[in-house]
């Protein structure tokens, strides 16, 4: 089966810069995604790693590492909207379009 | 207009009651998903659906059914409500051809079952 792990909650301050990790178990690993949901929203795509390695968009950049089974998502200069809670989400080779999601991480942003 | 649009976007209704959530998209994708989250458990996959002829049972579809009544459609059904059944349901489609294939999703239907 596939099983994700990712811390429950973190709080940083405006401008700081936050990681959340996301440790993963599955056969036939695909891919790593992440997305974005505020409170009560549609969850959005923020990216999407296949492979080892760091991708930059913005603010955000996220970075998988296959034989470590673990992969990040780095928000910097945290703004207030960034409150929100994140998922990772793995693909399988098993499952192609499908996506097991973790069970999120609440980032809350103080002033 | 929204790409994903879910109805209705709240409902309360008692148990024992069918209760059908419609899910329709503008996207032109094949590829069409039910998810179920409840607080603390992230998105659970109820059904998903490759094209009109495709229907698959993900980890949670007892208690649940659906129906492709085109590309563009997808509706979830609850045949017998029941009050664990509560919860935030969302859709969402994808392209298998869209560069990384994220998942598009509806702004979601709010359950509540007494």
């Known amino acids: 089966g596939q099983s994700l792990e990712q811390p429950s909650e973190v709080t940083a301050v405006e401008g700081a810069i936050v990681q959340i990790n996301c440790t993963y178990q599955t056969s036939g690993f695909y891919g790593l995604s992440w997305y974005q949901q505020h409170d009560g929203g549609a969850p959005t795509f923020l990216s999407y790693n296949a492979l080892d390695g760091l991708e930059e968009t913005g603010r955000f950049s996220s970075f998988l590492s296959r034989s470590d089974s673990y992969g990040y998502l780095l928000l910097q200069e945290l703004q207030m909207k960034d409150s929100a809670s994140y998922f990772c989400?793995?693909?399988?080779?098993?499952?192609?379009?499908?996506?097991?999601f973790g069970a999120g991480t609440q980032v809350v942003v103080t002033p | 207009d929204a790409d994903v649009t879910q109805t209705p976007r709240n409902r309360i209704t008692k148990t024992g009651k069918r209760i059908m959530l419609e899910c329709s998209q503008t996207?032109?994708?094949?590829?069409m998903y039910w998810y179920r989250q409840d607080p603390g458990l992230g998105l659970r996959l109820i059904y998903y659906s490759f094209d009109v002829k495709d229907i698959n049972k993900g980890e949670i579809s007892d208690g649940y059914s659906v129906s492709r009544q085109a590309q563009a459609k997808f509706s979830l059904s609850l045949e017998s409500a029941i009050p664990n059944q509560t919860a935030l349901y969302f859709c969402?489609?994808?392209?298998?051809?869209?560069?990384?294939?994220?998942?598009?999703f509806g702004d979601g239907t709010r359950l509540s079952i007494l």
């Open positions: 969402a489609t994808s392209d298998q051809t869209e560069p990384n294939q994220p998942q598009h």
């Open positions: 996207k032109g994708h094949d590829r």
């Open positions: 989400a793995v693909r399988s080779t098993d499952s192609w379009g499908k996506l097991q």
